[in-house]
């Protein structure tokens, strides 16, 4: 006699490949990274990546997007919603700040009171922790030969993440009044186009266009 299985076994909702994914993509960006700011001669081999890197990074907007997006659906009051964005976000990010700069102090040309004297040190805490990595990506003494100095220059993504967080309820919103999904989406696409030209071809700010470039 055969048993059929009982869904209510299985975690479909666990069962998915997107732990993989990540995993992948992440390695493709960091091997992408490695040779781009390393600038290493014998790391010539890995430009093969460079474009692959590129769709590394997209993927992981895609799935992030898909995941939040699925987050807002079943979360049911606004409050709620952004309550639990922050608790996933907030605590692990500012403890990554402050773990970098304390850990990172031991790395740098300055002694341990020049490094906690400057206030690099504090304009660094102060930038990154309200996501604008871009005002102040350095700290003292490291990585000043470097082609960037950037300490966590993956950090900007961030700054995407906490403004798609935001606009998110208000997509959803103009998608339940105008009953127009597909519209709705191709004009905030091509709005992202429009803000990306702008940015960098009319205002010549390719660091406030890089999130919709990529």
């Not at 048993?3 to 998915?16: A, H, T, V």
């Not at 290493?40 to 081999?45: A, G, S």
């Not at 700069?101 to 300055?110: P, Q």
């Not at 504090?122 to 003292?140: E, G, R, S, T, V």
């Amino acid at each position: 006699m055969m048993i059929k299985p009982n869904l209510r076994d299985y975690n479909i909702e666990d069962n998915n490949c997107f732990d993989f994914l990540r995993i992948v993509f992440c390695a493709d960006i960091i091997i992408t990274h490695l040779y781009e700011l390393s600038q290493c001669k014998k790391l010539d081999f890995l430009s093969f990546f460079l474009d692959i890197g590129i769709f590394g990074l997209q993927a992981f907007f895609i799935i992030s997007g898909f995941l939040v997006a699925k987050s807002y659906r079943r979360t049911s009051t606004l409050k709620r919603y952004f309550v639990k964005r922050a608790k996933r976000l907030f605590p692990a990010y500012l403890f990554l700040l402050l773990l970098t700069v304390v850990g990172i102090s031991f790395f740098s040309k300055f002694s341990f009171l020049e490094y906690f004297s400057s206030i690099d040190v504090y304009k660094y805490l102060a930038w990154n922790a309200i996501f604008l990595n871009f005002m102040h990506p350095c700290l003292p003494g490291i990585f000043e030969n470097n082609l960037l100095c950037s300490v966590n220059g993956s950090l900007w993504t961030l700054k995407v993440e906490e403004s798609f967080y935001i606009v998110l309820p208000f997509i959803f919103y103009i998608i339940r009044k105008t009953k127009k999904a597909s519209v709705v989406l191709v004009v905030i696409y091509f709005l992202s186009l429009l803000y990306w030209f702008v940015m960098a071809d009319l205002f010549n700010k390719p660091v406030l266009a890089k999130p919709f470039n990529s």
